[in-house]
């Protein structure tokens, strides 16, 4: 039995087919001035929360590359992520040393109110209990939600 040598090596792809990503833009998603650092998709895939080193968090939505919302957080936004529980539409942040919940406005009024109830101050938090040291501290923003 004979078996020619040149069998035995496989057919190799040429380079140019070898590309490990794509070749063509499908959508651009414009806003950040500064590095993206982290991209988070919504569970439904209909939106995407970024966070840049700008100080700020975006919302877009996938199918059309528009944003829809903007946060401003003075600090370089290191990680977005989203809440994982679908009846609270909050959004996490870690910048610099604090950890940001925001509200994204997405699921109607029963759902942000949900969302506010969620990030609601206790109210030994906000009475000053300083007996004992807790584990996180709940800052109100400026215009008191």
């Given at each position: 039995?004979?078996?020619?040598?040149?069998?035995?090596?496989?057919?190799?792809?040429?380079?140019?087919?070898?590309?490990?990503?794509?070749?063509?833009?499908?959508?651009?998603?414009?806003?950040?001035?500064s590095r993206v650092r982290s991209i988070s998709p919504h569970p439904s895939g209909q939106w995407l929360a970024s966070g840049s080193?700008?100080?700020?968090?975006?919302?877009?939505?996938?199918?059309?590359?528009?944003?829809?919302?903007?946060?401003?957080?003075?600090?370089?936004?290191?990680?977005?992520?989203?809440?994982?529980?679908?009846?609270?539409?909050?959004?996490?942040?870690?910048?610099?040393?604090?950890?940001?919940?925001?509200?994204?406005?997405?699921?109607?009024?029963?759902?942000?109110?949900?969302?506010?109830?969620?990030?609601?101050?206790?109210?030994?938090?906000?009475?000053?209990?300083?007996?004992?040291?807790?584990?996180?501290?709940?800052?109100?923003?400026?215009?008191?939600?």
């Amino acid at each position: 039995m004979f078996i020619d040598p040149k069998t035995l090596i496989p057919k190799l792809p040429k380079p140019q087919d070898l590309q490990p990503f794509p070749q063509t833009l499908a959508m651009r998603f414009s806003g950040h001035t500064s590095r993206v650092r982290s991209i988070s998709p919504h569970p439904s895939g209909q939106w995407l929360a970024s966070g840049s080193d700008d100080g700020t968090v975006r919302l877009w939505e996938v199918s059309t590359g528009r944003c829809c919302a903007k946060w401003q957080l003075g600090e370089a936004v290191y990680s977005v992520a989203w809440c994982p529980n679908p009846g609270l539409q909050l959004i996490g942040v870690a910048v610099g040393k604090k950890v940001v919940l925001l509200g994204s406005g997405l699921g109607g009024d029963a759902v942000d109110a949900a969302a506010k109830q969620a990030c609601k101050v206790p109210a030994a938090a906000a009475a000053g209990d300083d007996e004992q040291q807790p584990l996180a501290r709940w800052v109100t923003r400026p215009d008191g939600n």
